[in-house]
C-alpha cells in the first residue's frame, strides 16, 4: 500500500508540472479592461472578454469587484458583448453600452441595479450611439450619436431592393471598421432626459464632436472637436465647451495647431486639463502632453513640457492640487503625477511594467496593471505600490513555463542608441545558440514594452528567441526620436533593427544562420524594407504590410500623411516616392520565403500591399504564399483566425529555420 501511494504522490506531482503554452490557450486567455471606481470608492466596475470556441466570438460581460478584494460579482451574461461600464453618481445603478435586443437597433445605454436584477434600456436614439456620460445630478445623458439614414418601412418590405450606390463627395473618405465615409452625416452631442425619454441635440454644425464630459456643476460640456474649415484636410482639433442645452453655442478654448483632445474638468469647475499633441502635419508621430487651460479663457499652460515623453489617462486629484496620469517611458508604462502649478513630475509606483486605463473616484485610484509574465489585472493603487484585485488567468498562468523579457541597448552604424527587449526560448540552456525571430511592432509610434505578450511565448515555447526593437519612430524615448523618420521611411528604422540583431548575434545566444523577421501593419512594412535590403533573414512573415506606398495614394485612410510627409507625386516629383518603394521596385533582391497576410475589409493597410509582394515573389521564384482573412478588419478580431495565424506563424518559420514541421511543444494534440 505504502508503495502505491508514493506512486500515486509521484504521479500527482508530475501531472502538477508547469508545461508549455499551446495553441489551445489562446482561447483560454480572458481580457480584463475599463476599471471604473464607484462614486462611494467602494466598488470598481469592469469588463472580462472570454472566447467561445463553438461559436467562433468573443464576448465581454461587466464585472464588478469590492476594493477589499473580497467579493467579486459578474453584472451581465448575454450573448450580446456590454461595454464603457459607468456608475450613476448615486452608485446605485451600473450602465454599460450594449447591442442586445431591446427597444432600438443598435448599441444603446443599459442600466442594472447593482443589487441585482435584470438590465433596462435606458436610451433608445435612433443613429449610431458611441459614447455616453452621467449628467452630476443623474438626470441626464450626455451621448455621442451620428446621424444615420433610417430605411422607410416601404424600403424594408421590398427584400430584392436593388443597393444604392455610395456617393463620396469628402477629402478624407475612408475610415477601417467604418468603411466609406459620405455625406455630411457627423457625431453630434445629444442630451438623453433619463424621466421623459426625450432628446435634445447639442451641437448641429456640420463637425463631429467626440469625449463629452460634463462640468461638475452640470452647466456645461466639454469636448473635442475639429472645426477648421476643411476638417479632412488636417488633424487640428480643440477644447470647446458648450452648455448643456439645445443648439447652444460651443466656445473654443484652446488654439494650437495641432491636436488638443481629451478633455477633464477640475474639481471646482475652473480649469480644464487636456493633451496637446503634435502639429497636425506630424500627426503619426504625435507625442501628447498634459495641458491645462482655464475654463473661462486664457492661454493654455503646459504642465509636461519639459518631460520629454508621451502621456495619456490624466485626471485631477481629489483635492484639485495635481493632476494624474500614464507616462510612457522607456518601454513601461507608469502613474505619475504633477502639481497644476508645474514643476516636478512624480513617479507613483515603481517597476518594470504597463499600466493602462487610470480611474479615480475619493481616494479609488484603479488601473489595469500587466508584466511581461501576467495578463492584465485590475489593481488598485495605494501609497508607493499596487493592490491586485482580479486574477481571472492566474490558474492558467501557474500551469505555464513562460520566458521572461530582459532589456537590451546598443548602438547602430550611424551613433543612434536604440532599446529593446529579449525573451530567450523556454528552458534555455546558457552559452547555447539557438533561433532568433525579430518581431516587429506597428505605430510605427508604438513601443515594445513590460507587458504580457502571448506572441512572444509562443515563439519561447517552440525554442525561439524573440527579440522586440523600438527601433526610431517608436514612443517612449522622446519626441525627436518619434518624429526622426518622418518622410523617410525604411531608413533609419532598418538600420535599427539590423543592429538588434547583431547585438543578439553577437551576445553569441542567436544562430546567425537561423534568422527571422515579422510583423503587422508597420511592423510588416519594416518587414518588407529588411528583406529587401539584406537577405540574412530565412524566413519572413509580413501582415498588412504596404511595399509601394504611391499605389496607396487616394486608396487607405492615410491622405493627410502622405499629403503633408511625402508630398503628391505632381507637386514633390516621383523621386521622393520612389525611394520608400525600395521593396516593391527591387523585389528581384529579395531571397527570403516570406508568408504575406491580411484581412479583406482593412481600410488601414488594405490587402493590396500584401498582394502585391506576394505577386511579386511570386514572379522573381522566391517561396512565398498569401493567406487572406475574410471580413477582417486591420486587427484579425475572428478567434479561429487569430489561432490560424498563430499557427502559420509557427508552420512557417519552422520551415525554412529549422527544415521541419513545427515543434511539438507549441502544437496541441489533433493540430489546428
Not at 421590398?158 to 463627395?169: A, G, L, S
Request: a neutral charge; hydrophobic letters at 35%; charged letters at 25%.
Amino acid at each position: 500500500m505504502r508503495s502505491l501511494a508514493v506512486i500515486l504522490v509521484c504521479a500527482c506531482s508530475a501531472l502538477a508540472q508547469p508545461r508549455l503554452i499551446t495553441l489551445d490557450d489562446l482561447a483560454k486567455f480572458k481580457d480584463v479592461g475599463a476599471p471604473r471606481c464607484s462614486p462611494d470608492a467602494k466598488w470598481i466596475a469592469y469588463t472580462l472578454t472570454t472566447t467561445d470556441v463553438v461559436a467562433d466570438k468573443r464576448d465581454t460581460d461587466v464585472w464588478m469587484i469590492s476594493r477589499d478584494g473580497k467579493d467579486n460579482l459578474r453584472v451581465t451574461s448575454s450573448t450580446e458583448s456590454e461595454s464603457a461600464p459607468n456608475w450613476s453618481p448615486d452608485g446605485k445603478y451600473l450602465s454599460f453600452l450594449s447591442s442586445r435586443p431591446g427597444k432600438a437597433k443598435g448599441a444603446q445605454v443599459w442600466g442594472i441595479d447593482r443589487r441585482g436584477g435584470e438590465a433596462q434600456q435606458l436610451t433608445d436614439v435612433k443613429g449610431r450611439l458611441s459614447a455616453y456620460e452621467w449628467s452630476p445630478d443623474g438626470k441626464k445623458l450626455a451621448l455621442i450619436v451620428k446621424e444615420e439614414d433610417e430605411p422607410s418601412k416601404k424600403d424594408e418590405e421590398k427584400k430584392d431592393e436593388k443597393p444604392k450606390p455610395i456617393v463620396i463627395d469628402r477629402y478624407s473618405f475612408k475610415r477601417d471598421g467604418a468603411g466609406y465615409i459620405s455625406g455630411a452625416k457627423r457625431n453630434r452631442i445629444v442630451l438623453f432626459d433619463l424621466a421623459t425619454k426625450q432628446t435634445e441635440t447639442v451641437t448641429t454644425d456640420n463637425f463631429d464632436e467626440s469625449g463629452p464630459v460634463w462640468s461638475p456643476d452640470g452647466k456645461l460640456i466639454a469636448f473635442t472637436s475639429n472645426r477648421t474649415a476643411d476638417a479632412d484636410r488636417n488633424r487640428n482639433s480643440d477644447i470647446w465647451v458648450v452648455e448643456a442645452k439645445t443648439n447652444a453655442t460651443p466656445r473654443r478654448l484652446t488654439s494650437f495647431t495641432g491636436s488638443d483632445a481629451q478633455p477633464a474638468w477640475s474639481p471646482d469647475g475652473k480649469l480644464i486639463a487636456y493633451l496637446q499633441g503634435s502639429d497636425h502635419k506630424m500627426g503619426e508621430y504625435t507625442m501628447n502632453r498634459l495641458a491645462l487651460v482655464p475654463v473661462d479663457g486664457g492661454d493654455s499652460k503646459l504642465l509636461t513640457g519639459t518631460f520629454d515623453r508621451g502621456v495619456t489617462g490624466h485626471q485631477f486629484t481629489l483635492d484639485g492640487k495635481q493632476v494624474e496620469f500614464l507616462a510612457i517611458d522607456d518601454m513601461s508604462v507608469y502613474p505619475a503625477r504633477v502639481a497644476i502649478t508645474g514643476g516636478l513630475i512624480e513617479r507613483m509606483i515603481g517597476g518594470k511594467l504597463a499600466v493602462s486605463s487610470l480611474d479615480r473616484s475619493g481616494d479609488c485610484v484603479a488601473a489595469l496593471v500587466s508584466t511581461n509574465l501576467a495578463p492584465a489585472k485590475v489593481h488598485v493603487i495605494e501609497g508607493g505600490s499596487t493592490r491586485k484585485l482580479t486574477g481571472h488567468n492566474d490558474e492558467l498562468v501557474k500551469q505555464l513555463r513562460l520566458a521572461p523579457a530582459e532589456e537590451l541597448s546598443f548602438k547602430t552604424k550611424d551613433g543612434n542608441e536604440a532599446h529593446g527587449l529579449l525573451v530567450k526560448p523556454v528552458d534555455y540552456v546558457a552559452g547555447t545558440k539557438v533561433p532568433l525571430l525579430l518581431r516587429i511592432h506597428g505605430g510605427p509610434n508604438g513601443q515594445d514594452q513590460h507587458s504580457w505578450t502571448v506572441e512572444r511565448q509562443m515563439f519561447a515555447a517552440a525554442g525561439y528567441a524573440v527579440l522586440q526593437v523600438n527601433y526610431r519612430g517608436s514612443n517612449g524615448r522622446g519626441q525627436q526620436y518619434t518624429v526622426s523618420i518622418a518622410g523617410d521611411w525604411g531608413h533609419k528604422e532598418v538600420l535599427d533593427l539590423h543592429a538588434g540583431v547583431d547585438h543578439v548575434v553577437n551576445m553569441g545566444l542567436a544562430d546567425p544562420e537561423k534568422l527571422g523577421v515579422g510583423g503587422w501593419s508597420y511592423g510588416g512594412i519594416l518587414t518588407n524594407y529588411l528583406i529587401a535590403s539584406d537577405n540574412r533573414f530565412k524566413a519572413a512573415t509580413s501582415g498588412a504590410g504596404v511595399a509601394f506606398p504611391l499605389a496607396f495614394y487616394g486608396h487607405d485612410q492615410y491622405i493627410n500623411q502622405y499629403d503633408n510627409e511625402i508630398g503628391p507625386p505632381w507637386r514633390k516629383g516621383l523621386e521622393p516616392w520612389i525611394k520608400i518603394s525600395y521593396p516593391f521596385l527591387h523585389a528581384d533582391r529579395i531571397k527570403t520565403p516570406t508568408l504575406f497576410l491580411g484581412g479583406d475589409k482593412d481600410f488601414n493597410v488594405p490587402l493590396l500591399g500584401s498582394e502585391q509582394m506576394y505577386q511579386a515573389l511570386q514572379n522573381v521564384g522566391t517561396p512565398t504564399q498569401l493567406i487572406i482573412y475574410p471580413g477582417e478588419n486591420h486587427g484579425i478580431a475572428r478567434p479561429s483566425f487569430q489561432r490560424d495565424r498563430m499557427q502559420r506563424y509557427l508552420d512557417w518559420y519552422a520551415k525554412y529555420l529549422l527544415g521541419r514541421p513545427t515543434p511539438t511543444a507549441a502544437v496541441p494534440s489533433g493540430g489546428r
